[in-house]
């Protein structure tokens, strides 16, 4: 069974700042990448990206943070 979640309105980053490792995040620029840690700060999670633009992207780690995302998913 796989889980939305919600990271819009007024409660959106108190979401963002519970997604659990191993959920999928879409960004802006059409990327896609694995949650591989999440400091709770509310601020940034650290993604693996799984796609990218550019390709060389794939399977490196970055900092995103929460205006990035625009969808989140297990």
């Known amino acids: 069974m796989s889980t939305t979640y ?5 409660d ?3 979401v963002f ?6 959920v999928t995040v879409t960004l802006t620029d ?3 990448g694995t949650i591989v840690h999440n400091p709770q700060n509310g601020g940034f999670i650290q993604v693996k990206y799984t796609s990218h633009p550019n390709a060389a992207q794939v ?3 970055e900092f995103i943070f929460f205006n990035q995302v ?3 998913e297990s």
Do not use: D, F
């Open 12 to 14: 959106g980053i108190q």
């Open 59 to 61: 399977g490196e780690e």
């Open 70 to 72: 625009t969808k989140a």
């Open 6 to 10: 919600n990271l819009n309105g007024q």
């Open 30 to 32: 059409g990327s896609v």
């Open 17 to 22: 700042n519970e997604l659990p490792e191993g």
